[in-house]
């Protein structure tokens, strides 16, 4: 790279210097190392940021980077708020890469970052005029497609159940532009029960289901006084009827023709602007 930073060459895929992007299993990443004869400290739990704009906003999110991977062929620079925060540089040729990662495309580099503890919902919930619901959200592209619309539109955060995918995994945060990392989201537990901390604040709690026996989005009005949550469900079977049943308004996206709903990520951008409009 012409930037001048060192790289320290990577043959061999099975170097154990570069252990934490093998495979770039997210799962496994999240769960912190447990301690073993050879290495008697366990290493924290991490995630991994892929493309240098994803990786500079990890970093200009205050994330900590343990170690960056690039491509040993790579001639243009690193953008200066990662050269200056990697503590080491492993380059690898194309082939050595895709041994490693598992990936075909790799986008120029990808770091590997220290998590940090998830903050609270109360700290969350705090001051917060509209924030997002999800519960049973599963595929990180999904997820990643509904927060760079959250950030876009103008949504102040975003709580999700236990079972909704982790924002920082890889594909997630990719398709966010790194936007997750600088939004605010915290976990509570499966719904309705983990409406409680939004009941305490005076939320109005809003669901958006297809059915046909809820309010029209184009004619919703969220109270003048109140807060607004916008609840969104898993794909393919939306939100549980007791999670629309505790809620105080269901509201639906008015479709034409044969379809019957939109995929979760295009109905969170029609609700979000929705929202934004009646500011």
């Known amino acids: ?29 999240r769960l912190p190392s447990r301690a073993t004869s050879a290495d008697p400290e366990p290493r924290p739990s991490v995630f991994v940021a892929e493309g240098d704009l994803v990786v500079e906003r990890a970093v200009r999110a ?17 953008p200066p708020a990662i050269g200056d925060s990697a ?40 001051g917060a005029r509209r924030l997002l619901v999800l519960e049973r959200v599963v595929n990180p592209i999904n997820l990643g497609v509904i927060c760079r619309t959250a950030v876009a539109l103008g949504m102040d955060a975003m709580l999700l159940d236990d079972a909704t995918v982790d924002p920082l995994y890889r ?16 976990r509570i537990p499966p719904l309705p029960e983990g409406f409680g901390v939004l009941r305490d604040r005076g939320f109005q709690i809003v669901a958006l289901t297809p ?27 939306g939100l549980r009827v007791e999670t629309v049943g505790a809620c105080d308004v269901a509201v639906r996206i ?26």
């Not at 205050?62 to 690193?78: F, H, K, S």
């Not at 380059?91 to 940090?116: D, K, S, Y």
């Not at 004619?219 to 109140?226: I, V, Y």
């Not at 951008?269 to 500011?279: E, F, K, S, Y």
């Open 1 to 29: 790279m012409s930037d001048g930073a060192r790289v320290i060459r990577i043959d061999d895929p099975s170097d154990p210097r570069v252990a934490d992007f093998v495979g770039l299993r997210d799962r496994d990443l």
């Open 62 to 78: 205050g994330y900590e980077m343990v170690a960056l991977l690039v491509d040993a062929t790579r001639t243009a620079p690193l």
């Open 87 to 126: 503590p080491v540089v492993y380059g690898a040729g194309p082939e050595v890469l895709e041994a490693i990662t598992g990936l075909g495309v790799h986008r120029g580099c990808i770091a590997v970052m220290l998590r940090r503890p998830i903050s609270a919902a109360e700290e969350v919930v705090a």
């Open 171 to 186: 594909r997630a945060s990719r398709v966010a532009m790194g936007e997750v990392f600088d939004f605010p989201y915290a």
């Open 211 to 237: 059915s046909p026996d809820a309010v029209s989005l184009d004619g919703f009005r969220p109270a003048a006084d109140r807060p607004v949550a916008l609840v969104l469900g898993s794909e393919g079977p």
């Open 254 to 279: 008015p479709l034409s023709g044969r379809v019957d709903s939109l995929n979760v990520g295009a109905a969170a951008a029609v609700a979000c602007w929705a929202l934004r409009a009646c500011d």
